[in-house]
Structure formats: structure tokens, C-alpha cells
């Protein structure tokens, strides 16, 4: 293969596919687990043929399901309002994400490959912004988030955060 069949073929890859990459990485080590399993299970999503993405696509979204809520109940735990702009960014992707399944079954079969290459674009900004925002935020008033315990509840006492933490909510 010559170096510019290559570079196309490279191209074509990243344009379909998705990769995990460290740049993702939030410094908590759970959060991080979940992540790549996200970023896992949507590289196989885009890799499958669209006739057979749907058993796929619902898995992914029942991961993602519980990866949202996770952070949810985390941010809940730690100060946050329940109506902060992080917890409402998770309630409108996964809405969107659960739209697609109906489109799907009416014959829209390329709607998976759309939403999944949408969603590559999202996770990078949202996991390098809110979600490692909250990992920082976690880590600062001593929350463990494999045992999801406060080393000492009184250090979200005075917390209240109803916007996004440390990171802006645009
Ligand atoms: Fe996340
Ligand atoms: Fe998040």
C-alpha cells in the first residue's frame, strides 16, 4: 500500500468509526471505566452493518442509561441542584439517542450511523469539559465514587452548585 492509499484509508476510518483516546480520560478511575466502555461499545455499533445495529444500539443506549445516571446521582451526592445544566445536557442527549430506535424501525436504517458519529463529536467535548469538570469537583470535597461515600459529608455543606462546577455550561 502506498503512503497516500493509506492516509485515505486512515481518513475513511476516522470518519466513520470511533476511537478512545487518553485525551478522554477524567482522572476518576470509575468514570473512566464507564467511558471506555461507551467508547467501546460505540466503535462496534459503527463497525456493524446498519441491518444488524439495532440489538447493538439498544444495549448502547441502556448503557448509557445508566452511565448518565451514575454521574447524576453522583452530582446529586456531592451539591448539586437536581436541575443543573451537566444533568440536563444527559436527559436531552438520551432522549434524542432514544428517538432514533422508532426511525429506525420505520426504515431509516442509516439514522444509527448518523446518531452514532454525532454522538463520537459530542463525548469527546462532553468528557473533556462537564464530565471532567465533575471528576475535579468529586475529588475536591473527597467523594469516593467507587464506595459513593463523602470521606466527610460536612464538606458539601455549604455546597451548592446549580450550574456545571468548574466548567461553563455552553
Ligand atoms: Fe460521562
Ligand atoms: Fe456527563
Not at 467511558?35 to 452493518?49: M, S, Y
Not at 454525532?118 to 465514587?145: I, K, N, R, T, Y
Request: charged share 15%; proline share 2%; net charge negative.
Amino acid at each position: 500500500m502506498n503512503t497516500s492509499s493509506a492516509h485515505a484509508e486512515t481518513a475513511v476510518q476516522s470518519a466513520m468509526g470511533f476511537e478512545w483516546s487518553e485525551k478522554l480520560l477524567t482522572g476518576d478511575a470509575r468514570m473512566d471505566h464507564t467511558h471506555q466502555e461507551f467508547a467501546d461499545q460505540l466503535a462496534v455499533l459503527l463497525a456493524t452493518p446498519p441491518a444488524e445495529q439495532l440489538p447493538l444500539y439498544e444495549a448502547f443506549v441502556a448503557h448509557t442509561v445508566a452511565h448518565f445516571a451514575q454521574e447524576d446521582r453522583w452530582m446529586l451526592a456531592t451539591g448539586f441542584t437536581e436541575s443543573n445544566c451537566h444533568s440536563d445536557q444527559h436527559a436531552m442527549v438520551l432522549e434524542t439517542m432514544q428517538a432514533v430506535v422508532k426511525h429506525y424501525q420505520l426504515g431509516e436504517t442509516d439514522i444509527i450511523n448518523r446518531m452514532g458519529e454525532a454522538l463520537g463529536e459530542w463525548f469527546g467535548q462532553h468528557a473533556q469539559s462537564m464530565d471532567a469538570g465533575l471528576a475535579q469537583h468529586l475529588q475536591s470535597v473527597g467523594f469516593d465514587s467507587a464506595t459513593e461515600t463523602l470521606a466527610d459529608p460536612a464538606a458539601i455543606r455549604n455546597v451548592t452548585v446549580s450550574g456545571c462546577g468548574s466548567v461553563s455550561c455552553s
